[in-house]
């Protein structure tokens, strides 16, 4: 069966604080792994796709890499605006369909 | 900019109403989805649709139905509301031979049953 695990499921940072979250998988034959990133009330915005280990995706202030079993999204020197919950997933395969099988989600909170 | 877009942002429905939450997108997607999130639970699908008229059962698809007659649009249905499926629901689409492109969202209805 698919899963993903994401940890810490809430971390605070000061602003300007690097860390890193996590993101590990077990998939049958991984087809990519995607990062979404989803402010209160709202839909999740997608951000990046990892597609095969050693990859590296930046967007501004993140950074997102992947391995065989585990993938890390770095924040570098974050913002309040930064504050956000971020989400992974991986796709499933189920009857000609394409699901993906999503993480809790990390909650970070950036304080000025 | 593509968009799928959910008709209400918020709703608040009596118990045993039959609710309609709509959802459209403009990408051409063969796909659409419909998850509720709940806290600490996170993203748990109901149901979902690779093509027109067809639709599969998620992992808790219990008290729901849907419908999709057109490409465009999904519909999630709520037969009789109960107290326990007060939620976010989320919209999502996707192509069929191109998941690297990753799940478009919608905004999200937030349903409160009472």
């Known amino acids: 069966e698919d899963q993903v695990t994401q940890s810490p499921e809430a971390l605070r940072l000061q602003e300007g604080e690097s860390s890193s979250l996590n993101c590990s998988y077990t998939v049958s034959g991984l087809r990519g792994l995607f990062w979404y990133r989803q402010d209160p009330g709202k839909g999740p915005e997608f951000l990046f796709t990892l597609y095969s280990a050693g990859e590296e995706k930046e967007k501004e202030r993140l950074k997102a890499t992947l391995t065989k079993k585990e993938s890390f999204l770095h924040i570098t020197a974050p913002k309040p605006e930064d504050s956000a919950t971020y989400l992974c997933a991986v796709p499933g395969l189920i009857q000609g369909a394409q699901k993906l099988v999503f993480g809790q989600g990390t909650r970070l909170t950036i304080n000025p | 900019d593509v968009k799928v877009t959910q008709s209400s942002r918020y709703l608040v429905k009596r118990t045993g109403e039959k609710v309609f939450l709509e959802c459209v997108q403009d990408?051409?997607?063969?796909?659409m989805f419909w998850y509720r999130q709940d806290p600490g639970l996170g993203l748990r699908l109901i149901y979902f649709?690779?093509?027109?008229?067809?639709?599969e059962k998620g992992d808790i698809p219990e008290g729901y139905s849907v419908s999709r007659e057109k490409k465009e649009r999904f519909s999630l249905i709520l037969e009789s509301a109960s107290t326990n499926q007060t939620s976010m629901y989320l919209c999502a689409s996707s192509w069929a031979d191109r998941i690297y492109y990753g799940y478009t969202f919608g905004s999200g209805t937030r349903l409160t049953v009472v």
């Open positions: 990408m051409d997607h063969e796909n």
């Open positions: 649709s690779y093509d027109v008229k067809m639709k």
